[in-house]
């Protein structure tokens, strides 16, 4: 049966997908576009003259020690973020599928963090952390533990990575549960008569039925920690102590929009587009061949 | 018939109405748009100034609006500016100064506002230190001062005699400070010193306190050219001993920019250098006697005690306005700039009066003898500058102080020392400097 759907008009395909062209291209093709012209060119910062000066920008961004610095910020705090985001969400994930008692209860209460904004997850973490007022750190600190994100860089990207990743658990949570939901009861079952252990189980039958799912997640879960957690940086830390969380999109907001120097963020910009389209590239090309549909 | 005639007459007056209401409208008056970041109760004073210059004329209608914190509204208008809707008067922050400045052709100069509407503009009823930063070398005032403050060291009587200090005799001097936080330490205050702004207080305000450059070229006034000077001997000495200080636990490092405000309202912090615009937020909030003085200097550097440099922000004009609406500008400055207008509002927030004029009726009026300490902040100013101390102009400025920050905080943390720390901080801000100077290369 052809699965695929005939239009007899000419036109009318085109008429239904023009919306959504039009939002592609104003919100997307347009600034990237415009970002693409900025990054070729200095202005000063009311855009009164414009001077075309080639890849000046980009050079003159690798040669910035900091810059390269925050790739490596960047690149710590992504793992970090979806490494324990992904983990964390699965333990729960399969914790949540075996009870029978309260569990819309519990999937209730894993849920709604992802319904709160990044900022305001930010600021609700640097509350509980701050190291004069916060309940967390008092505690800390009556344990004996010196908690001090103003100062020291390590607990900084704690505050930071415990923010993104409790905001991120939720929408982990609930593509891994229907995934576990999706795996027929009977291979389980068939697995445990046969004698394979829990831990057997879920290693050679649940995890690789999973990973249509874990392979999407790793993709969006990067793809956050990259971009959507930029209002908890901004929130919590704003880049602090020294350069220790000034991850590559935060500076790409306060190169542009406090520096005033487009020129320079607009280069910052495209280089982490051409960052993200090479991960997902390579994730696509080589980490879906593992994939088992 | 009846009915025909009431409608027939009912429809004449609605025209006559309509004409005479028509005729008021056609006199409109002319609206100023005004950008503002003042929040809060700040905010309620920009409003009432506002008011205040609107009903006491009719041709013009001042509009304030509020556009987010100082570079939020930095940012909207200069996206206003690109797609030609800008307002007619922007507060910029005073580390903005340069890039508006920069901006020639998207700013007019205050100085030239004001004469071209036929108002005398006579520099000297200005009090130098606060109108120097906002002049251009040749004598041209390009923004008006607005709401100024200046570096003050807050200190916590209370804790004062609880530690056996003399709470009316506040230490003067950077050794005598420290001796104040170790009796303070010792007495089981925890935080015996704090600052906020760090580069404001402890760098730019110290400079020119010392009357030592802070840049190079006259603090950026002689021209783009100029480079930081922030790694001098002084410098490094007087950050040797705070990085003495952190280690002993006598300064406490409390976050960048105001973060540490909070610090000493509460009385978590028993000292802090800071604004003089904390003093409401002071007078309202602390539990505690406080007292205000000025900022700790050191005795054996030639030439201190000179004058500290202000913060703040100034009123900008931009360009490509209408004729008209540059007359109401002006007309709104010179109602800005009364004596009575300038007292009411230095006494209503602690903002500092621009005028020498102002400055005296509020003294004759008692509000200094009412409120001791309120006067610290104007005495630090009422000053000749020096070429080195009348303010600091430098591209970039915002990054250079994000630099400064993340440097100093280095210090704090004990991973940099403070000679190191400095000279990356120049080396950094350096670079900032001549982008900047590149970017706006061939304009004046």
Redo the contacts between chains.
Sequence with gaps: MEKRVRFRSAWLPWALLAPQLAIISIFFFWPAAQALLQSVQMQDAFGTSTEFIGLENFRRLFNDELYLYSFRVTAVFSLLVAGFGLIIALVLAVFADRAIRGASFYKTLMVWPYAVAPAVAGVLWLFMFAPSIGMVSFWLRAAGFDWNHLLNPDHAMALIVMAAVWKQISYNFLFFLAGLQSIPRSLIEAAAIDGAGPWRRFWTIVFPLLSPTTFFLLVINIVYAFFETFAIVDAATQGGPGRATTILVYKVYYDGFKGMDLGSSAAQSVVLMVIVITLTVVQFRYIEKRVQY | MLRNTLARSAAAASLALSLALGATSAQAQTEIHWWHAMGGALGEWVNDLAKGFNDSQKEFKVVPVYKGTY?ES??AA?AA??AGNAPHILQVFEVGTA?MM?????IKPVGEVMTQAGFKFDPAVYIPAVVGYYTAPNGQMLSLPFNSSTTVFHYNKDAFKAAGLDPDKPPKTWPEVALAAAKLKASGHKCPFTTSWISWTQLESFSTWHNTLFATLNNGFGGMGARLALNSPLHQRHFENLANMSKQGLFI????NNAADA?FPSG?CAMMTGSSGLYGAIRRNAKFASGISTLPYYPDVQGAPQNTVIGGASLWVMAGHKPEHYKGVANFFAYLSRPDVQAASHQRTGYLPITLAAFKQTEDAGFYAKNPGTDVAVTQMIRKTTDRSRGIRLG?F??IR?IV???T??I??G?KTPKEALDSAVR?GNEQLE?FE???A??K
Aim: proline share 0%.
């Design positions: 570079d930095m940012t200069i500016f690109r890039t920069a901006a020639r052709s998207a490092y409390k976050g960048r610090t978590e970039n915002v990054q994000t920050d993340e440097e905080e280095q704090w943390a991973k950094r982008r590149k970017a706006n061939g304009k």
